[in-house]
Structure formats: structure tokens, C-alpha cells
């Protein structure tokens, strides 16, 4: 029998929980009944309620460590998109510096 | 000379790549950064109201069942999932949500093609500086500084060299190429983890909304069997047993899974895009699941949380 997943598990006892909560609808159900049926919905939903709790818990680091990664190449491209966006100011200042270098060599060779 | 002309339109025809790569990308990296912010805000919400729903599940339960409310039970149902997890998920989900808007901001940045113009300009003017060197006096009698010149021009050349070389290494779509592959990893694992939890949340919120359907109808069923029943009271509870029906019905395809499952699918296909030969082909696989991605995050939106709080506050 293969082995259930924690959110199989989940999923499974949320269907268990629905299936009861058919039967407690039913108008055709006794008091004694209907009191076996609410305590085991009660016992049901702590155990899904807890189930889900601790998988939030052990999730926790997962997204950290991910998050942590993914900030690292965030980080990364932000340097990238920002030097990107200044090669053209670079180049600007670079031409102005050619142009400024031309007038004087032109000086030179005028005179 | 002929070297020199080659070496200028071989810069030329690189930008112009490069410029070419970026815009590509701005359809579906625009596309996928619009439908990601959505599926971020819809799981933001799902995360803020999971001790909400919680608390709120076990005030239901007392009043169907006729029990009194515990002030401790009830603050332990509030702080069913810890601050610290809540926290540690809106961090992931901000830095996701950064990791689309900087994908969106390089792949539209207007630096490749200001940057073309500029190179453009900045050739122009080490050309003519080029020839206004050559006029300069070298011989014997002129002054010494001249033949400086003649070489710092070389020099200059040179340094346009290297700036263009460096500017080349770094266009545009190279960048985008390296980031979206580098970051499939953490971007799928974040995916997963969020639909993990989402998925969680989603049974936790399918129980609660049975155990008020079945309540209602008990309500309804008890006032039914009452000699005589009240017409009017029937009518009101009548009411209830649909909206709890419309609500349980609703929750199957109210939460973000779907379209967390289209993100992932959608940024796969991004990183095959940034590893192929980019062709139209493979543009119209991205653009494709990017669309399907940008349909399944309007659905979460429209499915958003306010309606199915505003739908339970017309049954208290």
C-alpha cells in the first residue's frame, strides 16, 4: 500500500470531515447519535488543525533558505539592471571627455 | 580602415541584438510579473486570515453546538499558525514579487537602446579625433607633445574598446538569459512551498464551510419539525442553507493552487525560453503559458476573499 503524503493526509481527513457533516445534517439521525458524530468531528478537526500547524512549522525553513537564494540573485540582477541603466551615462561622459580632447588637439594642430 | 568599419558594424549589429533580446522578452516577463502580483495579493490575503479562520471556525462550532466560548481555547485557535511563520511566508512572497518587478524593469530598460545611440556618438567623435590627430606636426621642429597626442588617440580608441566590450558583456539579454535560469531553483521551491500551504489552508476552509452547511441545515431541519413551523423563520433559514451551499460549493475553486501551479509552469517555461535559440517557437511556448498563467491569476482574483467574507456576513 503505497504510503500517504501529509497533504494526502490532510485531504483525506477533510473528506472524512464533510462525509460526517452529511451525516449530522440528516434528519433522520438520533440525539446519541448525532453526539458520537460531533465529538468525532471534534476529534477530527484538532487532528487535521494540528496536522497543518506542524507542516506550517516545518515549512518555515523551506521558505526561508528559498527566500534567502532568491534574494542572493535579486540582489545580483538589481546590480545588473542598475549598471545596465548607467552604461549609457558612461558613455555619454566618455564622449563628452573625446570632444573636449578633440578641441584641444585641434588647438594644437591649428597652431 | 576597413578593420575599423568591420569592427564598428560588428558593435552596431551586437546592440542591436541585444536591444532586439530584451524587447522579446517584454510581452511575457511583462506579462508574467502582472498575473505573479496578482497571485502574490491573493495569497497574502490567504496567509493574513488563516488564524482568522481558525478563531472563527471554533466560535461557529460553539454557537451551532450550543457550547459556551472559551477565552483560552479561543486565543489558541487565534495563534494557531505563529507570527514568525506568517512573517517568514510575506517575506518569501515580497521577495518574489521583487524578483518579477526586477525581471520586468531590465527586460524593459530603455539603457540598450539610449546606449546605441550613445556609441553611435561617442565613435563619431573618436573617428574625428582620429583625423584631426594625423593633421598634428611630428616631424623634426614641431613639438614633441604631438606624437603624445597621435598615440593618446590610440589609446582612446582602445578605451572605447574596452567600454563597448564591457557594455556587450553585460546587455541586456544575457542578464535576463543568466538570472531566469539561475533562479529556477528557489523560484519553483518558493512556488511549491506557498502551494503546499495554500493547499493546507484551502482543507482547513473546506471543513469550517461543511460544518456550517450541515449546521444550517440542522437549523433548518429542527425549525421544519417544529409544531407549528414559522413560514418566515423557514424562509430566513432556507436562506442560509444556500448561501452556506453557494460558499461550500465556492471554496473548491476559490484558492490561488491553480494559478501557483500556472506560475510555476509559466516561469519553467521562461527559463527553457532563456536556454533555447529563441525562436518563434519557442517565444510562442512562453507567451502561451504566460497567458495561460495570466487567466488562471484573474480567476484567483475574481475568487478573491472579500467576496466570500462579505457572502458569510449576509448569513450572521
Known sequence: ?111 | MKTRKAIWAIAALALLSSACATRRYGRPIGGFQAASAVVIASTRQWLETANKLERDHYIDSQRAAGDVIEPKQLEEMNRTFAAEDIAARMQALRILGDYGALLARLAATEGPQEASAAVKELGEGVKSLGTTATKLCTGAGCATGNTRFQQATGVVAKVVGRILEGWLSRKAGVALDETIVEAEQPVSELIGAIRQDIQSLAERRRQAASEQWSAAIREFNAEAKGKPATPERLRVLAERVKTQADLRERLASDAPTAALDAMDKAHRALVTYARSKKTPQTFSQVVDAVDAFATAAAQAARAALPVLERLRQEVL
Open chain 1, 1 to 111: 500500500m503505497p504510503e500517504l503524503s501529509k497533504s494526502e493526509l490532510v485531504r483525506m481527513l477533510g473528506d472524512v470531515l464533510t462525509e460526517l457533516d452529511v451525516l449530522r445534517a440528516s434528519p433522520d439521525i438520533d440525539a446519541a447519535s448525532l453526539k458520537s458524530l460531533d465529538s468525532l468531528r471534534r476529534k477530527l478537526d484538532k487532528a487535521q488543525r494540528d496536522l497543518v500547524k506542524a507542516m506550517f512549522q516545518e515549512n518555515t525553513q523551506q521558505f526561508k533558505d528559498s527566500a534567502a537564494e532568491l534574494k542572493q540573485h535579486n540582489d545580483e540582477l538589481a546590480q545588473t539592471v542598475d549598471s545596465i541603466e548607467r552604461v549609457a551615462d558612461t558613455i555619454r561622459s566618455v564622449t563628452k571627455l573625446v570632444g573636449a580632447v578633440e578641441k584641444l588637439v585641434s588647438a594644437v594642430a591649428g597652431a
